[in-house]
C-alpha cells in the first residue's frame, strides 16, 4: 500500500495513511478513462431540440386549388414542407444520447483516475478543515498554505461551511464520496482528500 502524509489545516504533517493498492495503484487505460468520461459529457445533453414534420403541423387538409387548369404546380396541402408555415423535412427530433457503459467498467475508471493522481503526486491528505463559520477566507488561506489551486476537494460528510466557502473560489470543487466521478477528478489538475473520506471510497470502489 502507498503510504501518503496527512496534513492539517496549517501545512503541518500529523499522521500518515496508506492508500489501498486495489484502487490506488491500478493500470491507467486511456481508452476506458475516454469511454467513460464521453458518457458522462453527453447524459447532460437533454436531445429536446424537435421540429414538426407536416402531420404535426395544424392546417385544413383542404386542396389548395383545382388539380389542372391554373398554371400552378399540383399542390394538395398548405402543411406542406415545400410552403411557408408548413413541416420541416429531416428535422430534429428528440433523442437520448446516453450511452451505456457497464458498471464494471465504470468502477474501473474510477479506480484509473484516482491511480493517475497517485502517479502524478498530485494528491493530498488533510485531516480536517476546522472551518467554524462560512468564510470564504479562510479557506483560501488555508488552501494557499498547502500551495494548492485547480482543486477537487472530496469530503465524507455534508460540510456546508466548507461547501459554501469554497464557491466563490475559481477553480475549486467540492463533492461527497457519493458523487465521486471519472470526469471531475481528471478535470481538475490536484485531488484533496479528507482523511475519512478515504475508507468511504475503498467501501465503495472494493
Not at 491500478?26 to 437533454?46: F, M, N
Request: glycine share 6%; aromatic share 4%.
Amino acid at each position: 500500500m502507498a503510504t501518503v502524509d496527512v496534513l492539517n489545516s496549517a501545512g503541518e504533517k500529523v499522521s500518515e495513511t496508506q492508500l489501498p493498492d486495489e484502487i490506488f495503484k491500478t493500470s491507467v487505460k486511456t481508452s476506458v478513462l475516454h469511454q467513460v468520461v464521453r458518457s458522462q459529457l453527453v447524459a447532460k445533453r437533454e436531445g429536446t431540440a424537435a421540429s414538426k414534420t407536416r402531420g404535426m403541423v395544424k392546417g385544413s387538409t383542404r386542396k389548395l386549388f383545382r388539380q389542372k387548369g391554373t398554371g400552378n404546380a399540383r399542390a394538395g396541402s398548405i402543411k406542406s414542407p415545400l410552403r411557408k408555415g408548413g413541416g420541416i423535412i429531416f428535422g430534429p427530433s428528440q433523442r437520448s444520447f446516453a450511452i451505456k457503459v457497464p458498471k464494471k467498467v465504470r468502477k474501473l475508471a474510477l479506480k484509473m483516475a484516482l491511480s493517475s493522481k497517485v502517479e502524478e503526486n498530485t494528491i493530498t491528505v488533510i485531516d480536517d478543515f476546522n472551518l467554524q463559520t462560512i468564510k470564504t477566507k479562510d479557506l483560501a488561506n488555508v488552501l494557499k498554505t498547502l500551495s494548492l489551486s485547480n482543486l477537487l476537494i472530496v469530503s465524507d460528510s455534508e460540510d456546508t461551511n466548507l461547501l459554501l466557502s469554497a464557491r466563490n473560489i475559481p477553480d475549486i470543487k467540492v463533492i461527497k464520496t457519493e458523487g465521486l466521478n471519472v470526469y471531475d477528478i481528471l478535470k481538475f489538475k490536484n485531488l484533496l482528500l479528507v482523511e475519512s473520506s478515504i475508507k468511504n471510497i475503498e467501501g465503495r470502489l472494493s
